[in-house]
Nanobody, 126 residues
């Protein structure tokens, strides 16, 4: 049984930083790209960042480019989302998702994930 568990969310002031983690189990982690999405109240879920199976290529939404980084440790079956210079508009529930693909292309931004985590709340106060 596959599990994705997000952690690291919380309340932070604008300009602050948080690091989210996505720990995976029950799958061959190196065979999966990992995406992060977020959903704010009353809004649709949106793509935030993605990392290929090897960690060699990353993609970001324009709204977070230059502020967020994504990395992975395949030995620990974990992906990290480092969020810096946080803004109130970053407030949302953040979800990680696993995609069964080893492509390096930016299609990992758009492919339907195979598995989802339960989400972690990030709140940025002004």
């Amino acid at each position: 049984q596959v599990h994705l568990v997000e952690s690291g969310g919380g309340l932070v002031q604008a300009g602050g930083s948080l690091r989210l983690s996505c720990a995976a189990s029950g799958l061959i982690f190196g065979n999966y790209a990992i995406d992060w999405f977020r959903q704010a109240p009353g809004k649709e879920r949106e793509f935030v960042a993605a990392i290929t199976w090897s960690g060699g290529t990353t993609y970001f939404a324009d709204s977070v480019k230059g502020r967020f980084t994504i990395s992975r440790d395949n030995a620990k079956n974990t992906v990290y989302l480092q969020m810096n210079s946080l803004k109130p508009e970053d407030t949302a529930v953040y979800y990680c998702a696993a995609l069964a693909t080893t492509t390096q292309s930016q299609s990992i931004r758009y492919l339907k994930p195979n598995y989802w985590g339960q989400g972690t709340q990030v709140t940025v106060s002004s």
